[in-house]
């Protein structure tokens, strides 16, 4: 069936109704055509500028099924590759991070500099190479874009992209919320957890910004956090901020455009998050609405399509990488204002374990409702996946006066997270990106 005619029938949607087909998360070719639209033909988040701080360290990554690297170059700006051998193809960097002089290839010992250019062809005077500058012809190939948002680097395969501050686009006051909490901006902490998911890589993503489901799913983490405080007598920033997880608590969706969406909810209890030791400099600094949302608010972001920057108690950032249709790998790694106090950092990253990892008390219940979904998904006599909580009575752009205090303006949101209307606009711009990238239609 040509592609288009297939994703007409994939999302339906009308004033009262928006619903998806569980096809989405198993049908092969719409797993292709995404690989092909999003992951290896657009903006993909690929590390933290912070993961490469001295000139020679690099970060090997995916976009798509495509394998790249960071690294930083001699004159201290970034450069990313395919993680190909010029020669015959054997991926240059071996692990996932690490420091080089050079980059040498384990196969047959070519060299190549940091800035890509091949710098040494083992026995080039006996290889009969015509061209006695023949290294010129063999530098890597370069990701076709590379850009920064205020430490965040983001590449794409493909040179015919917008700007990335244009694709973030509505997202930018969000994502600074996070990197203003400290003057000299945020770092990723050492060590990271890697784990597969039995589902599609959009069920990670609609769930990292899911606020419906946290009543339910998390009320266990929060029973047993306030159970562990109690008979441990913990106080301070060793308690968790749980408020929102059982509460009824002030909470919006945001719907950004470009698939990008975000969810907040209200803190009851801020002064037990790592921040709020910093309130009196976030003062000097910033204006008090800036210092309201990023105090008192927990916040999922979601930037299409791989990457959710999360912002409560703990703070992370979570990379998702398709492998197939029933596959998704999914990392997490901690990040934190640079300069926190020991006390600060020792507490944010006891709460990034309790709640964040899979061998934590939260993640494992998220996973398996997200694993669930996918087992209830081979019901194929049930087709639909209903999103239509919150339909009606949306926000529409500068409507949403609140967004509009941190200089925020959603194309549309929810003034509850436990609205779907999120994924409204995330579905629009998937069927729209898919319907753009095909060839067929
Ligand atoms: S494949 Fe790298 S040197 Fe031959
Ligand atoms: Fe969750």
Excluded at 166 to 187: F, R
């Amino acid at each position: 069936m040509q592609m288009r005619h297939k994703l007409a029938a994939l999302v339906e949607e009308s004033d009262a109704r928006f619903r998806v087909d569980r096809a989405v998360y198993f049908d092969p070719e719409v797993f292709e055509a995404e690989v092909a639209a999003f992951f290896e033909g657009g903006w993909v988040y690929l590390c933290h500028e912070s993961q490469l701080r001295s000139p020679g360290d690099y970060f090997s990554t995916q976009m798509g099924r495509q394998p790249v690297f960071v690294t930083r170059r001699k004159d201290g700006s970034l450069g990313a590759y395919i993680n190909a051998c010029a020669h015959r193809g054997a991926t240059l960097v071996p692990l996932q991070s690490g420091h080089v002089s050079a980059f040498t290839c384990r196969f047959h010992g070519w060299v190549f500099g940091l800035d890509g250019r091949c710098i040494k062809i083992k026995n080039q005077d006996t290889g009969g190479y015509l061209d006695a500058d023949c290294r010129a012809q063999f530098s890597l190939t370069p990701v076709a874009r590379l850009e920064s948002y205020r430490g965040f680097v983001f590449g794409s395969l493909r040179a015919d992209v917008p700007s990335l501050t244009g694709y973030l686009a509505g997202t930018k006051p969000w994502i600074d919320l996070m990197v203003d909490q400290s003057l000299q901006g945020l770092e990723v902490l050492p060590g990271s957890s890697t784990y597969v998911i039995q589902g599609n890589w959009k069920m990670q993503a609609e769930n990292g910004v899911d606020g419906y489901h946290v009543s339910t799913v998390h009320r266990v983490f929060a029973n047993t956090m306030a159970n562990r405080e109690a008979k441990l007598g913990l106080t301070g920033m060793q308690r968790t901020e749980s408020g929102r997880l059982t509460g009824n608590v002030a909470s919006a969706g945001y719907d950004f455009g470009n698939g990008h969406m975000a969810i907040w909810a209200q803190h009851t209890e801020p002064s037990r998050r790592p921040i709020y030791e910093q309130k009196e400099r976030l003062e000097r600094d910033l204006t008090p609405d800036q210092v309201d949302w990023i105090l008192n608010r927990g916040r999922n972001l979601y930037l299409f399509p791989n990457v959710l920057l999360m912002d409560n108690p703990s703070t992370q950032i979570r990379t998702i990488q398709p492998i197939s249709p029933d596959r998704a790998e999914v990392t997490v790694r901690c990040v934190a204002p640079i300069g926190e106090s020991q006390a600060a950092r020792s507490a944010r990253l006891r709460k990034f374990e309790d709640f964040y990892l899979t061998t934590g008390m939260a993640t494992s219940d998220d996973l398996a409702a997200l694993e669930a979904t996918h087992l209830g998904g081979y019901g194929r006599a049930a087709r639909w996946n209903d999103l239509a909580r919150g339909g009606a009575g949306f926000l529409r752009g500068a409507e949403n006066k609140d967004a509009a205090r941190i200089g925020c303006v959603p194309q549309t949101s929810s003034e509850n997270w436990d609205h779907e209307a999120i994924y409204r606009g995330f579905y629009r711009n998937w069927k729209q990106r898919l319907l753009d990238a095909d060839v067929t239609t």
